[in-house]
């Protein structure tokens, strides 16, 4: 009976000490070699090397000359990076269809000149509450807000947008996306911070 003890005892530290220790140093040594950027969280540094955002991770834009996010169900008030999550409400859900009421009045009120259809992830939230991106159409029904808000062409904020719209993953994964950081630094570039 001892000697089973001991030979269990023995896998049990062997195969934590492998498992727990060195594969992960292993993977993030191979991640960090293979993937710097990726693996350091895709931060966003402004002019001044300052941390800005991720471009994994989605955060609130209130100010109306900005492209803003679908909503955020990840913590109290949203966006929570340590806090991913959805609100796991579903279609019957009476909280999610009041949600969605206010969300969609809120965006016909702050967009009065956008088309009359919302783009639906503009009020539905991701899984991980957390999405960086918006689609094409929602980014792009954004724009005339953004132009009266910056008082620029909406032609031009349009090919800002345009040119920032990323392409399936290798082609063939995922659908045309937007990625919010990214358009918001691009808008600043181009016609200034907004006041």
Sequence with gaps: MKKELWVA???????????????PLVITGAARALFPEASGGSLVKDENGAVIGSRLIGQPFANPAY???????AGANGYDGASSSGSNL????????????????????????????IPADLVTASASGLDPHVSPAG??????????????????VRAVIEANIEEPTFGI?????????AVNLALNRKFGQPH
């Design 9 to 23: 005892l023995r896998m049990t530290v062997v195969t934590l000490v492998l498992t727990g220790i060195v594969y």
């Design 67 to 73: 492209l803003q996010p679908r909503p955020s169900a």
């Design 90 to 117: 579903g279609p019957t859900s009476q909280k999610l269809h009041d949600r969605v009421k206010a969300d969609v009045e809120r965006l016909k009120q702050e967009n009065p000149d956008a088309g009359e259809t």
């Design 139 to 156: 980014a792009l029904w954004q724009v005339p807000r953004i132009a009266k808000a910056r008082g620029e062409d909406p032609a031009v």
């Design 173 to 181: 994964l995922g659908e045309p996306r937007v990625n919010v950081l």
